[in-house]
């Protein structure tokens, strides 16, 4: 259903105007970026910035760091089992060729949709945390069992 290629300089307008976009910012914590910001970030080395792509087509932004994952798509693009397939396979590639002992998402737990979401891609719940440092809100740790 879904590819996945490396998110580069080309895709920095892109990814800049998708999280301009509020029911994109609603789920990354309110942040939008300039067009310096997104090329700092893309450049970042400890996190792997991927698009999702459909039927040639970007649809979505997955990021890939030292436990797990980060993802949205493009509204236009939710609700199709689009997110499940591409978060799947980049788990599934960091465990078996990539050896990953472990990949996990974070989710809010208001986020029920992304939840759900998450469980088709093969996460299961481990626990459940408060909000910290580097989260607004509740929110579930997930752990892919395949
Ligand atoms: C989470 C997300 C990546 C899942 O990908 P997806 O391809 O939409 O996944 P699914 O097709 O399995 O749908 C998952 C849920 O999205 C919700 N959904 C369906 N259509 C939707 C739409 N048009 N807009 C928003 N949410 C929608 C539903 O709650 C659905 O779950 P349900 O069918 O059990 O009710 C995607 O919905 C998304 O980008 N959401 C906003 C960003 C986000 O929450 N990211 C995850 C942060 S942890």
Request: net charge negative.
């Amino acid at each position: 259903m879904t590819a996945l290629r490396p998110a580069d300089a080309n895709d920095v307008e892109r990814l800049v105007a998708w999280h301009a976009d509020p029911e994109v910012s609603r789920y990354w914590d309110g942040e939008t970026f300039t067009l310096a910001e997104m090329a700092e970030r893309l450049a970042r080395e400890d996190v792997e910035p991927w698009i999702v792509v459909e039927k040639d087509e970007p649809v979505g932004f997955l990021q890939v760091h030292r436990e797990g994952l980060d993802m949205f798509l493009i509204p236009a693009a939710r609700g199709h089992g689009l997110g499940p397939d591409a978060a799947r396979a980049m788990a599934e590639h960091l465990v078996r060729e990539r050896g990953r002992a472990r990949v996990t998402v974070d989710p809010y737990a208001w986020n029920e949709g992304a939840v759900r979401a998450w469980e088709r891609a093969g996460f299961v719940e481990v626990s459940r945390h408060e909000a910290d440092d580097e989260h607004r809100a509740s929110w579930i740790l997930m752990e892919f069992r395949g």
